[in-house]
């Protein structure tokens, strides 16, 4: 069965940091990620979706790797600000016809201004 | 505008009571979800459709239940089987393994 772990489960920095947000799965056999922010009381956005054939997705200040034969992802945010301040959430869909999506507990992240 | 809509945004359900939310959406995807989020747990999946007329129950089904009838609607029952039914619950879709996105949330809350 899958499991996906996201550590720290809650983090703050200043604004202005570079941050990384970890994510680990422990079946490598994973179709794609998908990295969601959600505001509180909202649902979840979207950010960044990576194939199991990529190395790395960006978007904006936003830069998403995967490393499947260790069962990792990151998620760079770079030049963080205080609207950054969400939960972060990472889901994997494990082969191709396999709809289901497992997520992570989140990591809830504050920036400092 | 292009998106998944869930009805109502706030549900409050008697004891006893079945209650229906309503999910959405207009962008022409063929899979549709439903997740249970409470606090300190990650979303948990109830059920998933990936064609009309067929679904298949996730890892919570118990005490729920789905129909699709139609490409675009996934509305999910909360039955009175549920014991623990206050929770946020998300809709999602997608095209077939592709990007996923969400509706805003309906909270329920047993009174």
């Known amino acids: 069965k899958q499991e996906v772990t996201q550590i720290p489960a809650a983090l703050s920095v200043p604004e202005g940091e570079n941050l990384v947000l970890n994510c680990s799965f422990t079946d490598s056999a994973i179709y794609n990620l998908q990295w969601f922010r959600q505001d509180p009381g909202k649902g979840l956005t979207s950010l960044l979706l990576?194939?199991?054939?990529?190395r790395e997705q960006t978007s904006g200040r936003l830069n998403a790797s995967l490393d499947k034969s260790s069962g990792r992802s990151t998620l760079y945010i770079a030049a963080s600000q205080p609207g950054d301040s969400a939960t972060y959430l990472c889901?994997?869909?494990?082969?191709?016809?396999?709809?289901?999506?497992?997520f992570g507990t989140g990591t809830r992240l504050t920036i400092i201004p | 505008d292009g998106g998944i809509t869930q009805s109502p945004k706030y549900l409050f359900r008697k004891e006893g009571q079945n209650v229906t939310l309503s999910c959405e959406q207009n962008?022409?995807?063929?899979?549709m979800y439903w997740y249970r989020q409470d606090p300190g747990q990650g979303l948990r999946l109830i059920y998933y459709?990936?064609?009309?007329?067929?679904?298949q129950k996730g890892d919570i089904a118990e005490g729920y239940s789905v129909s699709r009838e139609k490409k675009e609607s996934f509305p999910l029952t909360v039955t009175s089987a549920q014991k623990n039914p206050t929770a946020f619950y998300l809709c999602?879709?997608?095209?077939?393994?592709?990007?996923?996105?969400f509706g805003q949330g309906t909270r329920l809350t047993v009174v």
């Open positions: 459709s990936q064609i009309v007329n067929d679904f």
């Open positions: 962008l022409n995807h063929d899979a």
């Open positions: 999602a879709s997608s095209r077939q393994n592709t990007e996923a996105f």
């Open positions: 990576i194939q199991s054939s990529q």
């Open positions: 889901a994997v869909r494990r082969d191709f016809g396999n709809e289901k999506l497992t």
